[in-house]
T-cell receptor, first 112, second 115 residues
């Protein structure tokens, strides 16, 4: 398995509170991604990073922000969590090109 | 922009029977094609990928997928399934250019293998 660690693995939070999810890699891959998985939608890209301090929006970025201050860490922040952000969040890494992306184990977030 | 359609949300099949999971895609640019598998409560694992060359690609556990450019399809097949193949399967594409592997996924097909 690729060296990707997501933390926490499970979290329950209240509506309106800030939440930060962490993705840590040991592979030194350039690209990192945050996806959310919802029934009937597959996985959808939230934000991605193509280098330290270089990030861009994905398909479903509203309500989320990210930061990457080190190659190995990519943080996803929900500034004010809403029930619609209840989901399973996956971090992925890649070197780009033909290699494909490798996924972490996921974080199950419930907003009550 | 890219889009991926997996026509079947669930596919039940008996053990040792053949199976085909269908995937069609749409893209204005050339793409790489991937199949990922997700076992319960786990992350996604790369099953196989098409980059170029031979249109038939194989995985180590007996799955194969065939790229059909004219039909923009990348169907996944296995001639004889096992109980352990029960999982959700996702088809995905990413552009050849633009850097990274920004994947666009289909909605997934749940394969349920029964005795």
């Amino acid at each position: 398995d690729a060296g990707i660690t997501q933390s926490p693995r499970h979290k329950v939070t209240e509506t309106g509170t800030p939440v930060t999810l962490r993705c840590h890699q040991t592979e030194n891959h350039r690209y990192m991604y945050w996806y959310r998985q919802d029934p009937g939608h597959g996985l959808r890209l939230i934000h991605y990073s193509y280098g330290v301090k270089d990030t861009d929006k994905g398909e479903v970025s509203d309500g989320y922000s990210v930061s990457r201050s080190k190659t190995e860490d990519f943080l996803l922040t929900l500034e004010s969590a809403t029930s619609s952000q209840t989901s399973v969040y996956f971090c992925a890494i890649s070197e780009g090109g033909a290699g494909g992306a490798f996924f972490g184990q996921g974080t199950r977030l419930t907003v009550v | 922009a890219q889009s991926v359609t997996q026509l079947d949300s669930q596919v039940p099949v008996f053990e040792e029977a053949p199976v085909e999971l269908r995937c069609n895609y749409s893209s204005s640019v050339s793409v790489y094609l991937f199949w990922y598998v997700q076992y319960p409560n786990q992350g996604l694992q790369l099953l196989l990928k098409y980059l170029s060359g031979s249109t038939l690609v194989e995985s180590i556990n007996g799955f194969e997928a065939e790229f059909n450019k004219s039909q923009t399809s990348f169907h996944l097949r296995k001639p004889s399934v096992h109980i352990s193949d029960t999982a959700e399967y996702f088809c995905a594409v990413s552009p050849l250019t633009g850097g990274g592997n920004k994947l666009t996924f289909g909605t997934g097909t749940q394969l349920k293998v029964e005795l």
